[in-house]
Structures are given as structure tokens and as C-alpha cells.
């Protein structure tokens, strides 16, 4: 799938929070600024604006490797793991102790062993145009034959 503007990330973003519910993984690849944290913000707020609440300044939890975001009902959590060094870090955050309660957006995910089974992987990459980003999808578990294309 190409997105070929902000708008198309939005729309693709506003279209895809519509499959997630409690429990839901989605690991974001892609090199930096190909658009993981601008989706994550889009679909975010895209969900706020629906439960009508303020948007939330969505930031990349670079730094603070986590920010949680209660949305009405729904609780979602943004990881970002670009700092840590190896598996036992990761393991020490506890990320799918409680994974029934959250829907769980997690950037930089390969050090994540062993990989959670239900989940969706989004693939982020530079296209040829400038403003302009290629996605991947694959599902894992529960989402091995969703269509993706329909969204």
C-alpha cells in the first residue's frame, strides 16, 4: 500500500483503529521518520475525536519508552523501544502482563522475543517520493487471513 500524504496516513490510520479492540498488538518497522510515530498520533487522535475528548499531544515515548493514553473505554499503550539494548530490558517492562486491557502500538519491536502470537505487523518504508511512504501488513494468530486490503 502506497500513502502518498499526511492525509492518506490519516485515512489509513482512521481506518485501521476501527479493527482494534482490547488485547490487540501492532508492531510498527521501519527506519526513523518513515512514519511510525505520525500514524500512531493520527490513529490516536482519530479515536479521541470520536469519543469526543481533547487529542492528546502524541509524542515518540523515545525517551521515556512508554506513554499510556485512556481514550473513553479503550486504553492504549505506545511503546517505543529504540533504546533498549536486548530482550531481558524489554522483558523487565512487563508489556504483556496485562494485554487483555490495552490495544498496544509498539515502534521498534525486534528485540521482542519470543513475539507475541496474535498480532499485526505494519511495515513502514521510504518510497520514491518525497511525501510519500510504502506499508506492509501481515497478520499473525487471529489475524493470519484478515484482508487487509479492505481497509
Known sequence: MELKSLKDTENFSKNFSKILKFGDVVFLYGE????????TRFLINNLEAKKKINKSNILSPTFNII??????????????????????????????????KYIKLVE????????????IDLFFKYSKLINSRKVKIKGFGKWKDYKFNAI
Open 108 to 119: 521498534w519491536p525486534e528485540l521482542i522475543n519470543p513475539k507475541p502470537k496474535n498480532r
Open 67 to 100: 506513554y499510556d493514553y485512556d481514550i473513553g473505554n479503550m486504553k492504549i499503550q505506545h511503546y517505543d523501544l529504540y533504546r533498549l539494548k536486548n530482550n531481558k530490558d524489554i522483558q523487565e517492562l512487563g508489556m504483556f502482563d496485562a494485554s487483555n
Open 32 to 39: 526513523i521518520g518513515t512514519g511510525k510515530t505520525t500514524f
